[in-house]
Structures are given as C-alpha cells and as structure tokens.
C-alpha cells in the first residue's frame, strides 16, 4: 500500500460527458501529481501541484483541469469526454520539501468513454 | 528538457537467469534522482530501485541491481534470477533533487518463459 489513495477506481461514461477523479496524497506529501496511461502506452505527465498551487503542466488538454485543496487532496477534472480519453489515470505524490525522494503512486482509475 | 530513453521495448528472459534493461537519460544538472519502477498486469506502480546521483555506489535490493554509468548517462538494471513474478513493464524514471518534474521513460516489456 503506496498510502496514496484514488477513488474511483473504475468509471463508465459516456462521450460528452464530465467526470472527477480524486486523490488523496501520502500523509505530508505535498506535492500531487497527474499521469495518463492510455492502453500499452507510456506515462504522460499532465500536472502537478505543490502546496495547493500548479508547479508544473504538461500535455494536459484544455478540457482537463486539476486543482489541489487546502487538506492537499486533489481533483482531476475530465470535461467533453471523447473515446480517445479512456486511459488509466494515475495520481502519484512526493515529498517535495528538501531533498525529494520518490513518487507514491495510487492504484489508479481506470476510465472508459463509450 | 531531461529525456529519458528506453531502446528495449520488449525483452525477455529464461527463468532463473538474469537479465539487464537498458535506460539512458538526457540533462545537464549534476545532481539528481533516477528509479526503476515496474508495473505487473495489475497495472499499479511499484519503486523497485532507486538510485542517487551524488553516491557513486550502484543501488541493490535482493535481486534488483543497477549499474549507474554518471559520465556515460547510463542507468541499467539487473535483475538476477529471474523468477515468473518478474514479468512486468518496467519504466525507468529520472528526477531532479527539487522533485518538481519526474520524467519516464517509455518502458521496457519484460517476459519470464517458464
């Protein structure tokens, strides 16, 4: 158990449609971050937040947004859902205070758009 | 940007043998985090070993062993005695001391045959 917690762990919706993943980050992790793996693919690094503020932003669409509260949970938010959107999404965090270490990963959730 | 690159996508190996997985990396900063992760058919992501740039010693746990060439950019794994548990992707990743950005490779398919 990495202590990083995701809900939900599996999602059917439709093409259109929005939807909200969550993350819970380690116990004094700061930093949360955001991957997509689509089917047999690599992990692509969408965002990542420190302290409830973005630190850093990668191939994330516009119809993606993230953001982090105070208690440092973080949502991920999936708009206009299209096919090509299925993928599992994973939410890792880090330390991030001095030197970092490694990233916790969740277990992921695992969309499917049909 | 650091690039990680990964030239074997798929190897395999006879069970109880050993087996090496390749990964350079790219980047101009002297300190630095590099890590092998693997994931099973499962799909969660699990740290197998990670390695410091600052410490000249190469990392071990049990089996996993890496061979860190700092000059040469060169971060290998090895993994000795191949058991059937092994059989995963796995992807290695590189990461600055101030953990603000993780970069992964695209992986490297591992099959153990019986």
């Known amino acids: 158990d990495s202590g990083v917690t995701q809900t939900p762990k599996h999602l059917i919706t439709a093409t259109g449609q929005r939807v909200t993943l969550r993350c819970s980050p380690r116990s004094g992790d700061l930093s949360v971050y955001w991957y997509q793996q689509s089917l047999d693919q690599g992990l692509q690094f969408l965002i990542q937040?420190?302290?409830?503020?973005?630190?850093a932003k990668g191939n994330i669409l516009e119809r993606f947004s993230a953001q982090q509260f105070p208690d440092l949970h973080s949502e991920l938010n999936l708009s206009s859902l299209e096919l090509g959107d299925s993928a599992l999404y994973f939410c890792a965090s880090s330390q991030t205070r001095g030197r970092a270490g490694e990233l916790f990963f969740g277990e992921g959730s695992r969309l499917t758009v049909l | 940007a650091q690039t990680v690159t990964q030239s074997q996508p798929e190897m395999s190996v006879q069970e109880a043998e050993t087996v090496t997985l390749s990964c350079t990396y790219d980047?101009?900063?002297?300190?630095?985090?590099l890590f092998w992760y693997k994931q099973p058919p499962s799909r969660q992501m699990i740290l197998v070993i990670r390695q410091e740039a600052y410490k000249q010693q190469n990392a071990t746990e049990n089996r996993f062993s890496v061979n860190f060439q700092k000059a040469a950019k060169s971060f290998s794994l090895k993994i000795s005695d191949s058991q059937l548990g092994d059989a995963a992707m796995y992807f290695c990743a590189y990461s600055h001391t101030t953990g603000n950005q993780f970069y992964f490779g695209t992986g490297t398919s591992l099959t153990v045959i019986p």
């Open positions: 937040y420190y302290n409830g503020e973005e630190r």
């Open positions: 980047t101009s900063e002297s300190d630095y985090y």
